[in-house]
């Protein structure tokens, strides 16, 4: 069920991460920096107040819906309850941040991010509930038209001469359609009075991971606006859209595994036990291992061939000397939020996630304000990837003891090997390039990888194969 929920989240998140890649593509190449530059810290800064203010309710649906099936109507009412308090909440926040904001271009752009927010958090709510019931194709088909649709009105806006307002208008149009679509339905039976009991469930579950998810965004999204400080918008635009390139190419490739994976885990411990908890997640590491490292080993490899070809000009020599240090950022950052801190989940102990963030968050800051003023966006991301290193390893000690993950190490050595293996034979062709070469490139590094996890039997693979299909 793993390998099909997780192929089916592939595809789900696959086809919007294209159109995403795309848009990188295009905006890089019709935006200049200062304008990329512009439009990243808006978007950083939805991403963190829609993580500030609703992360809260997304976690609290996945987590409890599973236990509520038979009558999730409580559930659902009261997070659409608290989801129109926080509107509420937020409205009068962004308006109060208007009215003492100086400069006319910024009054302009947080009065488009407020609705943007509303609706990011809407579809994003609506996205968990498909996951939680178990649905990829609606998550696949409700994310993928919001992407496809983006686009295209973000590139007819900017073309019209809307700079860096036009993604954005796109992104909001895009969102209201898909929620006039798909966002209202499963909430017309939610419209009842809300649950106390429940509420106050959700803000004890919830609010430690919307503070761990909130500092998350420190480490990751801090950096652009201390870049602007130090240097200018123009260096946050060359570091946003590097580490936009990076991160989220990798990220979608682990995000999958766990969209599929924690979903599982939570049904096996709430209706078998832990110990069927604790081989749902063996299966989640061999899977996110076998995913997480050659893909990120390859991103490495092939950084400054990647830039080449997707980024507009004026931001492929900056990219080529950071996309590696985003590699590094995103296996630290993946591996620890999508298994070690699982322990603190399923154990109910997500305050221990808050102290771990908090302390990697305090580490990034300093270690910005020290780094970038010596050695400009190269320096932010030192940073970044230290930072994340920190909370790796933190999360990996001081989850033992809330919640015995387990952790195969036979199958992730033969995975490591069988990724050296691929790095090796791709080394060769490195001095190449074009997209073409690119394209084969992956396709040599993907044959040699499946090749050694099938001759090695990595995660036991080569004898679900033989067993599946040839006994």
């Not at 910024?106 to 996951?131: G, Q, S, T, V, Y």
């Not at 809300?194 to 998350?216: C, D, E, I």
């Not at 870049?227 to 060359?238: K, N, R, T």
């Not at 993946?334 to 399923?346: E, N, V």
Request: aromatic residues 12%.
């Amino acid at each position: 069920m793993l390998l099909r929920h997780s192929i089916a989240y592939l595809l789900a998140r696959g086809g919007p991460g294209l159109v995403n890649f795309a848009a990188l593509a295009i905006y890089t190449r019709l935006l200049n920096p200062d304008e990329y530059g512009r439009y990243a810290l808006v978007i950083a800064g939805i991403s963190f107040f829609n993580v500030v203010f609703f992360q809260w309710l997304r976690s609290s649906l996945l987590r409890f819906l599973p236990s509520h099936l038979t009558n999730p109507v409580p559930v659902l009412g009261t997070l659409l309850c608290a989801f129109a308090g926080i509107v509420f909440l937020t409205g009068l926040l962004g308006t109060t941040i208007i009215l003492l904001w100086a400069e006319t271009s910024w009054k302009n752009l947080i009065a488009l991010a407020i609705p943007l927010l509303w609706m990011h958090a809407w579809i994003d709510l609506n996205l968990e509930l498909a996951r939680s019931s178990l649905q990829p194709r609606h998550y696949g088909m409700v994310a993928a038209t919001k992407a496809v649709t983006a686009l295209v009105l973000g590139v007819c806006f900017v073309m019209w001469g809307l700079g860096e307002f036009g993604p954005l208008l796109g992104m909001l149009a895009a969102l209201l359609i898909v929620g006039l679509i798909w966002g209202w339905k499963p909430w017309i039976k939610a419209l009842t009075r809300p649950s106390n009991q429940l509420f106050v469930s959700f803000l004890k579950y919830g609010m430690p991971l919307t503070a761990t998810f909130a500092l998350g965004y420190i480490i990751s999204t801090s950096d652009r606006f201390l870049i602007v400080y130090f240097l200018d918008e123009a260096a946050a635009g060359l570091y946003s859209a590097a580490y936009d390139l990076g991160s989220h190419t990798l990220t979608i490739l682990l995000s999958t595994i766990n969209l599929a994976a924690y979903p599982l885990a939570v049904r096996a411990l709430e209706q078998h036990g832990a110990a069927a908890a604790r081989e749902q997640l063996r299966r989640n590491a061999i899977l996110l291992l076998s995913i997480g490292l050659p893909s990120i080993a390859g991103f490495m490899l092939l950084s400054s061939h990647i830039a080449d070809i997707v980024l507009g000009a004026d931001f492929r020599e900056e990219a080529a000397s950071l996309l590696p240090w985003v590699a590094i950022s995103v296996l630290f950052a993946g591996f620890r939020a999508y298994y070690f801190d699982l322990a603190f989940q399923l154990g109910r102990r997500t305050i221990i996630q808050t102290w771990i963030v908090a302390a990697a968050a305090g580490t990034n800051l300093m270690l910005n304000i020290l780094l970038i003023p010596e050695f400009g966006v190269l320096g932010a991301a030192y940073a970044t990837a230290i930072a994340y290193g920190l909370a790796l390893l933190l999360s990996g000690f001081i989850s033992l003891k809330y919640f015995l993950l387990p952790l195969p190490w036979q199958d992730a050595l033969k995975i490591f090997l069988s990724t050296i293996l691929m790095a090796l034979v791709l080394s060769p062709t490195l001095a190449y390039s074009g997209f073409f070469v690119l394209l084969g490139q992956v396709i040599l590094g993907v044959v040699t990888f499946g090749c050694a996890v099938l001759a090695i039997d990595a995660g036991g693979y080569r004898s679900e194969v033989l067993r599946r299909y040839f006994s």
